[in-house]
């Protein structure tokens, strides 16, 4: 017999009866011949057990039973599984798995042992969450954010299952919130918006960066990460190799987020940007003298050594509050670019090309939906079309 039920009845200190059921499996003989058993429970009604029993015994027959690690979660995400992610994943997001686990994983469910850890003791972390997850204000964590917490939780349980430690991911039957669509998220500026912007930056110090954020659409870290190496003004084009990215005040060199770089081809009037920025470089490394820190970045502070990334989005915040333009984020110049591109009918994959998406079809699923009027268009194309091959 592999697996039996075992009733066990507990009396309380106030007269209380509590019955829990308890599913024993005989498992392969030890080293020294002696019988093995393993306790699963309790489960607060016999029909429960009996479901997790005969699940049990089908996988001890066909070999796929993991017997249930005696290791908390806790220990789990702390000592063994951000240790090993630190080697797969970047800085920026190694600390969001960080967060993650110190602040909303491990305070609710670090104590449970991972054999022991349910879908509904996931949920109900869940829930708790979006009731008064903030760190700080107690406030509940938006659903995006709870999603974030998913994501981590699950993807350390995966890995758990990988190294045995547990037989199936709790986590893969704990549905999480559903965000709000994100197409309401988005923001961006018109053409007409993005050129009195473009005005508003003339003669600012950094203003062929916010050009050249306008009219490639790269990221942030992408720009501050340029080098002059990367640079080819003749050819009317650079080449996205690195990023400068930042975990708290700690600035550092990665790869794009893609881990792929790309070449980008620049309009004329970027060009001219570039030359402009690099006269009033070498302006500055005159002044300076000696004291020039020859980094090698487009974009520096003033005695040549690199620009801090949030120095963009500051001035970026200065320029449009001192303006009568919508406010959006730095990050929004993007958006601003593929939209403008898509509504102008350049080729998703250009557009996939130029942003360093991972694939069109994540450009298309990102921004044809914010472009009023497409289908329509389109409606309207095919219908004439039909009419004219009736004809």
């Known amino acids: ?111 449970v042992q991972l054999g022991q850890l349910t879908s509904q003791m996931i949920i109900g972390l869940y829930q708790q ?3 008064h997850g903030h760190v700080k204000t107690g406030a509940g964590l938006s659903p995006a954010s709870v999603l974030n917490v998913h994501v981590v939780i699950r993807k350390a349980l995966a890995d758990a299952v990988d190294a045995g430690l547990i037989a199936r991911n709790p986590a893969d039957k704990a549905k999480p919130p559903r965000p709000q669509t994100r197409g309401g998220e988005l923001r961006y500026w018109t053409p007409g918006e993005l050129r009195r912007f473009l005005e508003v930056c ?88 000696d004291d020039w820190e020859d980094s090698g970045y487009v974009f520096t502070k003033k005695d040549g050594s690199p620009l801090h990334p949030r120095t963009l989005s500051q001035a970026f915040v200065w320029l449009v509050e001192n303006s009568d333009l919508p406010r959006i984020r730095l990050h929004d110049l993007r958006h601003t670019h593929a939209s403008i591109a898509v509504k102008a009918g350049v080729p998703i994959g250009v557009v996939s090309e130029r942003l360093g998406h991972a694939s069109p079809e994540f450009t298309l699923h990102r921004y044809s939906h914010v472009m009023p009027g497409m289908q329509r268009e389109a409606a309207d194309t095919i219908a004439r079309a039909v009419r004219f091959d009736a004809a």
């Open 202 to 289: 003339e003669g600012h110090r950094l203003e062929a960066a916010f050009h050249l954020l306008a009219m490639t659409g790269a990221r942030r870290g992408e720009i501050a990460g340029l080098r002059w190496v990367d640079v080819d003004l003749d050819g009317a084009l650079i080449t996205i190799r690195q990023a400068l990215l930042s975990v708290g005040r700690e600035v550092y060199v990665s790869s794009p987020k893609s881990y792929r770089g790309r070449t980008v081809d620049l309009d004329r009037d970027t060009v001219e940007q570039l030359r402009a920025h690099r006269e009033r470089q070498l302006r500055e490394k005159s002044a300076f003298y």
């Open 1 to 111: 017999m592999q697996g039996h039920i075992h009733k066990r009845v507990h009396t309380c200190d106030d007269g209380r009866v509590s019955t829990l059921w308890y599913v024993v499996v005989d498992l392969a003989r030890g080293a020294d011949d002696k019988r093995r058993q393993k306790w699963h429970g309790g489960y607060r009604t016999r029909r429960a057990a009996e479901a997790v029993r005969a699940r049990l015994v089908h996988e001890l027959t066909t070999g796929f039973y993991v017997e249930p690690s005696a290791m908390r979660l806790g220990e789990w995400l702390v000592d063994h599984w951000l240790p090993v992610v630190e080697t797969r994943v970047k800085r920026t997001t190694l600390q969001a798995y960080r967060t993650c686990v110190n602040y909303h994983i491990v305070p609710a469910l670090g104590g």
């Open 129 to 131: 969450l979006l009731a």
